[in-house]
């Protein structure tokens, strides 16, 4: 009942007279008149009991009626209208982050990337240009938490419960999601809160769902990392760490999946992140602005391009488009046959113990890193060449930071390769 009367609604009913001359089946209309409200108290057009008395106006609710059709038809419209993004083949230079980016939807347990690096080099522009390239996955149809059917780590308490019974649950295909976390997101949008509509019409406690559930099995980018408040900083860091959201709110107390790729931007200028936080990403890209002049006048004329019209733009790219969503596609269900040798994965943690890199994140995520380079270049086996690729990306962020050294850490981290891989 909620969603008919939402905002769509009212600003149909705004547009058309409260009586139709025609039987035909149309949106519900609303009648206010001033009188006793037979003990009821409506909020937003919802009528839920409480103690006799008057109030201001009675809301009397006729015709309901949905046109399925119409629904379809506006969300399709909704889809054709929504903000063109930036080709990802498009996009000059910064191979670094464009790398880092592919090898986590490849393996998104590699962890997540940070991209740090100056303002106005497209670091936003680049995540976001990523949707087109996402695949897609197996999702219970209507779950909120995008549950697979068949991971319980990656699956909410009712859909476990259901499959537990015997129950088939219908599935669907859709394509991974990537959520945006504003900087001034509230933490219940973020964990999840009590849905009031429930609880005003049926008296229950229910929860509903927040950007975590969403970003459940997807991607969770977050601009300007840097500048996140410290609450929300703590929120993500438990979810990152245990791949679940626990929520404590007014009595009720709700687990569900939160496993998602983390991915983040700033400016290192605009104050450093959080070691605790900085740890989670599992890779770090650097991104320099281009100082080849016909190189940036290339970018700019590219963007230009692009701005005058979006539509055409992004046609002139669908080739390459498709062509690497291909090999993503194909990267993704070989990457379980790629092998490492034993004698690589040695000199991996040899290169990490040398570095004193606390934890051992950093050879999990390079031995990850590495075979989803491999698969995406169409081989089965780890070479020392795809290793040398990805290491500085793996490990620079985890180095102990020393104020007196000038050397950039993954300079150091390509020596230390070098010298232990020789």
């Keep these: 009942m909620a969603s008919v009367l939402g905002t769509s609604a009212t600003a149909i009913l705004a547009s058309r007279p409260f009586t139709s001359p025609t039987p035909k089946p149309s949106v519900s209309t609303l009648t206010l008149t001033p009188g006793l409200g037979n003990g009821r108290k409506f909020y937003g057009g919802i009528g839920i009991h409480s103690k006799k008395g008057r109030s201001r106006f009675h809301v009397a609710i006729t015709n309901v009626a949905t046109d399925i059709n119409a629904a379809e038809a506006q969300k399709l419209a909704a889809k054709e209208s929504q903000r063109p993004v930036y080709p990802f083949p498009a996009i000059v230079g910064q191979d670094e982050m464009k790398l880092c980016l592919l090898l986590n939807v490849i393996d998104p347990k590699i962890g997540g990337v940070m991209i740090m690096g100056d303002r106005g080099t497209g670091k936003s522009t680049t995540v976001r240009s990523l949707v087109d390239l996402l695949p897609e996955i197996k999702v219970v149809a209507g779950d909120p938490y995008n549950s697979d059917p068949e991971d319980p780590e990656s699956m909410g308490m009712e859909v476990r419960e259901s499959i537990m019974k015997g129950e088939k649950l219908p599935t669907v295909l859709a394509k991974i999601n990537m959520v945006d ?52 900083v703590d929120v993500l860091l438990d979810s990152a760490a245990s791949g679940w959201n626990t929520v404590e709110r007014e009595g009720i107390s709700i687990s569900h999946p939160a496993r998602f790729i983390l991915i983040g931007s700033g400016n290192p200028e605009e104050g450093e992140l959080r070691p605790q936080l900085l740890d989670r990403f599992g890779m770090h890209a650097q991104v320099g602005t281009v100082r080849d002049a016909e190189l940036r006048v290339k970018i700019v004329e590219e963007r230009a391009r692009f701005d005058r019209n979006p539509k055409e733009f992004r046609h002139s790219y669908k080739a390459e488009q498709e062509k690497l969503q291909q090999q993503i596609s194909s990267a993704r269900s070989s990457l379980s046959s790629v092998q490492i040798d034993h004698d690589l994965k040695v000199k991996i943690s040899k290169v990490c113990s040398e570095l004193n890199v606390d934890g051992l994140r950093g050879d999990i995520v390079t031995n990850r890193a590495a075979k989803a380079l491999a698969s995406l270049k169409g081989r089965d086996k780890v070479t020392s060449e795809d290793i040398a690729t990805v290491i500085p990306n793996c490990l620079r962020h985890r180095l102990r930071k020393d104020p007196l050294e000038s050397i950039d850490s993954g300079l150091l981290v390509i020596e230390k390769f070098y010298e232990v891989f020789s």
Excluded: M, Q, S, W
């Design 181 to 232: 976390l504003p900087l001034g997101a509230t933490e219940d949008r973020v964990c999840g809160t009590i849905d009031i509509e429930k609880a005003l019409t049926e008296g229950i406690k229910a929860f509903e769902p927040g950007l975590l559930a969403k970003a459940n099995r997807g991607i969770l980018y977050v601009d300007e990392v840097n500048l996140l408040d410290d609450h929300l």
